[in-house]
């Protein structure tokens, strides 16, 4: 969905905080998204978590059929996970069943993003951080076109201000900008693995 597809690198971003961008993207951006989006985590939360071992104390109609019933639950659940993503320390202590989680597969299952995915490379990159020459340059290489295509087009799109641009050619823009942050990122990667790697070596 085009709505999520002019979306920042993440790098530095928590999990939580990346899920929360999708979030208030989506609610900001779509009318009843947010109820849709909260009335899936509440079924997925409640069909996974044993009642038992549940942290989160969400709030169920009684009767599933009753419109009104359900309107003023998803409004009270509502409010429950804005609070999760509006403050650490609330989220802390409060919600400890990974709450993010069952948020990015609503988010995934209604808009078709590919959160989840975003989520799992941050928890488990299968990309590995080059480190021989052929890599690194090969990472210059890449990081010189991309910043190189990005300069060049606000070049264009910035000469007499934005206003003479269409839509297209600003959103064009910013993807432009947004994959070459994304190589500089990479290429911050690149360095805090080496950094990392002498701290541990002066450790043991």
């Not at 109820?35 to 079924?43: F, K, N, Q, S």
């Not at 997925?44 to 549940?54: N, P, S, V």
């Not at 360095?191 to 043991?204: G, P, V």
Request: net charge negative; glycine share 2%; charged share 35%.
């Amino acid at each position: 969905m085009k709505v999520f597809d002019m979306r920042p690198s993440f790098h530095g971003y928590s999990s939580s905080n990346v899920v929360k961008w999708y979030y208030d993207r989506a609610w900001s951006t779509l009318t009843g998204a947010k109820r849709a989006i909260v009335a899936r985590t509440v079924d997925l939360y409640m069909a996974e978590i044993g009642e038992e071992h549940r942290t989160i104390k969400f709030n169920i109609p009684e009767s599933p059929e009753d419109a009104d019933q359900f309107l003023d639950c998803n409004k009270k659940n509502i409010k429950i996970i804005d609070d999760f993503f509006a403050d650490n320390a609330v989220r802390s202590k409060h919600f400890r069943d990974n709450l993010e989680i069952f948020v990015a597969r609503a988010i995934d299952e209604i808009f078709e993003t590919a959160i989840c995915e975003i989520l799992k490379q941050k928890l488990f990159p299968e990309e590995v951080t080059p480190h021989t020459q052929d890599e690194l340059d090969k990472l210059l290489v890449e990081t010189n076109s991309s910043y190189t295509a990005a300069a060049n087009e606000c070049v264009r799109i910035f000469r007499n201000g934005l206003s003479d641009d269409t839509e297209e050619e600003l959103e064009i823009l910013e993807s432009k900008l947004i994959s070459a942050r994304e190589m500089l990122d990479k290429n911050v990667g690149v360095i805090e693995d080496e950094l990392t790697r002498r701290k541990s070596a002066k450790e043991t």
